[in-house]
């Protein structure tokens, strides 16, 4: 019987990657700041839309380099449901972690314990984004403002995460009239343009058209509309999600670097881009037509109000990202850590580099933490194929939720709205009672048919020798956190999951045993 793995590695094509291997062994330079290296460290910032990026080896040193970096000294609030690399971030930086429990509704660090926690020797909060759901990041802010803390977030779960930011609309701005939702000055020339394009659509943009006008999934949509520039081809401005309908020529290399460029403006601009080929309208309308359902009613908007879409990674002073090969994107093993300017990179980089500024001036007791190029190179490549990953996890999330809502004791996490989440995990919580089976014996019999689970995260890093002893590591203090970890089950989660392997893991969990 074939073996369902709870993770499956991103891996890009076997022979592009020779090809860039070639180049690395031609070039002799294998290390030490490459081409591909930086190429990485630009295609990341760009892709994630945060001001600065640094690689790192794997993804504990980029927590252990911003303790050090920000001079973080005594005692840091932390969360005890997580990946052990966390706190250890903290032990080796020489100082106290002081746990505090968790919201049950995320799975992260509560904000109201936060503040109950702090002493005047804490100096930092080390958040985690659980299963890549967000923090409170705006409430983390305000108690980290008004105690004088800096904030460091653990986003090994989180790449790509981006939260809707609530912003006024171009009329709110004085912009342009509501009419002018392109530049005023192309106005009159585009909405001309667009005229003459609704009149002579494609065949697949006719057949999309009918299935979303008259407000058939519940909001009204347009059909090639100026924006800015640029005419789309639909648009709804209530979820803020444009939808583009590609021909062939889209998959020339040119007019995917054009789209590409024109996507980020219109990203930055608070827009969502779904884009579908012809071939899948036409073929498949269904899937298509769920696929824009189910966008809409993860990205919904209050009131009909816009926003701009940012990146969690922008939250707190710096954040840390893991690029293990288990992770939603990886560099086979891997990290980086995103700061807010160039200057903070300059120092980072050197504190990776063993603290070298130059070839013969150390500026600090730095640590050597540099990603080679191959791995760069493979990263490079896997970043192309992620947002298809994402798109395909996002899809076995749908069928466990329609699998198990009715499933008495078996519990699981909605999307969060106004949150573009990457599918990184799928954690069910098991009430023994209901359900008929403790998570520990539902685990066994899954592994009994070659499903593999993950208790993750049990058991809590309180728990561990190391930890302990803390008084902030007392059960009664964590209760949230307890319940879950005793709970807790990810199921398989990852972009190669077959409809016959979905339906396996399904068959495990269902019907429960009490019926």
């Not at 970890?485 to 990852?494: E, T």
Request: with cysteine; net charge negative.
């Amino acid at each position: 019987m074939k073996k369902i793995t709870v993770t499956s590695p991103l891996l890009p094509n076997l022979d592009d990657f020779n090809e860039m291997l070639k180049d690395i062994w031609a070039s002799k330079w294998i290390t030490n700041n490459g081409q591909y290296h930086k190429q990485l460290e630009a295609a990341l910032r760009d892709y994630l839309k945060v001001p600065q990026v640094s690689l790192f080896t794997n993804g504990t040193l980029p927590l252990l380099t911003a303790l050090q970096a920000l001079r973080i000294t005594g005692e840091v609030i932390t969360t005890p449901y997580s990946f052990v690399a966390t706190t250890h971030s903290i032990w080796w930086a020489g100082c106290k972690p002081v746990f505090v429990d968790i919201d049950p509704r995320t799975g992260n660090l509560d904000p109201e314990k936060i503040e109950a926690a702090i002493t005047p020797r804490t100096t930092a909060i080390m958040p985690v984004h659980c299963y890549g759901k967000p923090c409170d990041v705006r409430r983390i802010k305000e108690i980290a403002d008004t105690y004088g803390l800096k904030v460091i977030y653990d986003a090994a779960h989180a790449f790509g995460v981006e939260c809707l930011t609530p912003d006024p609309s171009p009329v709110e701005r004085g912009e342009w009239e509501y009419r002018m939702t392109a530049d005023p000055a192309l106005y009159d020339l585009l909405k001309e343009h667009a005229r003459r394009m609704r009149k002579e659509p494609t065949q697949a943009e006719e057949v999309l058209w009918q299935a979303l006008r008259n407000s058939q999934l519940g909001a009204k949509w347009r059909r090639q509309h100026p924006i800015l520039d640029f005419i789309v081809d639909f648009i709804c401005f209530e979820h803020s999600i444009i939808i583009e309908v590609d021909g062939g020529y889209h998959n020339m290399d040119e007019q995917m670097r054009l789209d590409a460029a024109r996507d980020k403006i219109l990203r930055d601009n608070g827009f969502y881009i779904l884009r579908f080929t012809n071939e899948q309208v036409l073929y498949d309308l269904d899937a298509t037509v769920e696929k824009i359902r189910t966008t809409m009613q993860n990205f919904p908007l209050q009131g009909g109000q816009r926003g701009a879409w940012s990146s969690i990674l922008n939250w707190g002073d710096m954040s840390t990202l893991s690029f293990h090969a288990t992770k939603v994107y990886n560099t086979i093993e891997g990290g980086a850590m995103i700061m807010p300017n160039e200057e903070t990179k300059k120092r980072i980089d050197f504190l990776k580099n063993f603290g070298f500024a130059n070839e013969t001036t150390v500026v600090g007791p730095g640590i050597n933490s540099k990603m080679d190029e191959m791995r760069a190179a493979y990263g490079l490549l896997s970043l192309k194929l992620v947002d298809n990953c994402i798109a395909a996890r996002q899809q076995v999330a749908i069928k466990y939720r329609e699998a198990l809502c009715d499933v008495e004791g078996i519990t699981f996490f909605d999307d969060m709205p106004g949150v573009k989440h990457n599918y990184s995990y799928f954690p069910i919580f098991i009430d023994a009672k209901a359900y008929g089976l403790t998570r520990d014996e539902l685990y066994f019999k899954m592994k009994e048919q070659n499903v593999l689970g993950r208790r993750y995260f049990y058991p809590l890093i309180s728990e561990f020798s190391t930890y302990r002893g803390l008084e902030s590591a007392d059960p009664k203090n964590l209760p949230n956190a307890h319940k879950m970890a005793d709970s807790v089950l990810c199921l398989p989660m990852h972009h190669e999951l077959s409809e016959e392997d979905l339906a396996r893991i399904i068959e495990c969990l269902t019907p429960s045993p009490l019926r």
